[in-house]
T-cell receptor, first 113, second 116 residues
Framework: SQQGEEDPQALSIQEGENATMNCSYKTSINNLQWYRQNSGRGLVHLILIRSNEREKHSGRLRVTLDTSKKSSSLLITASRAADTASYFC?????????????FGTGTQLKVEL | GAGVSQSPRYKVAKRGQDVALRCDPISGHVSLFWYQQALGQGPEFLTYFQNEAQLDKSGLPSDRFFAERPEGSVSTLKIQRTQQEDSAVYLCASSLEGRGKPYEQYFGPGTRLTVT
């Protein structure tokens, strides 16, 4: 079963605008990761934030994590048409079975010219 | 360098047929994961290998699903007596991590299985 949900399910913006996606999860975690999936291609890792971190930046990406609310957000600044994709948050907990990921339901982002 | 590769990329099977899906992880990656992604959903964990040892198979939906990684590199996911509900994209991922280290997982392009 999915760990959590992402909001919104779909987002359409103009090139140059910022895009914000939110993720909620249900259980305690060690880290939270964001992945991008283009149509017909595999998942690409974007950024990882550990449970003891509150904010992290990578290029045009900014991720926040609020463990008290069990939520995270991904901000993409100055969006480009090439950012059009589905975005998934994924959480992991250390278990005897390694660092398996539990994904959210995803946000479909469309960036229009 | 080469990423994770999967074959075949597309597979159509008639209900009741057996299928085998192959994953070639990145060379040297200790950990290998299989996920199942239904249309419009996020991937769901199936099973995990550390080298040749299958340490977690809690996500396999039924005993028709079987995975192996006999030499700690290539892995095969086998589905016996396929059913329509098995139709999905099957993703393989590998990572450098050993236990307790949250390294990034590298995903292959997936195998899209359609059961008719």
């Amino acid at each position: 079963s999915q760990q959590g949900e992402e909001d919104p399910q779909a987002l359409s913006i103009q090139e140059g605008e910022n895009a914000t996606m939110n993720c909620s999860y249900k259980t305690s975690i060690n880290n939270l990761q964001w992945y991008r999936q283009n149509s017909g291609r595999g998942l690409v890792h974007l950024i990882l934030i550990r449970s003891n971190e509150r904010e992290k930046h990578s290029g045009r990406l900014r991720v926040t994590l609020d463990t008290s609310k069990k939520s995270s957000s991904l901000l993409i600044t100055a969006s480009r048409a090439a950012d059009t994709a589905s975005y998934f948050c994924a959480t992991s907990r250390l278990t005897g079975g390694g660092n398996k990921l539990t994904f959210g339901t995803g946000t479909q982002l469309k960036v229009e010219l | 360098g080469a990423g994770v590769s999967q074959s075949p990329r597309y597979k159509v099977a008639k209900r009741g047929q057996d299928v085998a899906l192959r994953c070639d992880p990145i060379s040297g990656h200790v950990s290998l994961f299989w996920y199942q992604q239904a249309l419009g959903q996020g991937p769901e964990f199936l099973t995990y290998f550390q080298n040749e040892a299958q340490l977690d198979k809690s996500g396999l939906p039924s005993d028709r699903f079987f995975a192996e990684r006999p030499e700690g590199s290539v892995s095969t996911l086998k589905i016996q007596r396929t059913q329509q509900e098995d139709s999905a994209v099957y993703l393989c991922a590998s990572s450098l991590e050993g236990r307790g280290k949250p390294y990034e997982q590298y995903f292959g392009p997936g195998t899209r299985l359609t059961v008719t």
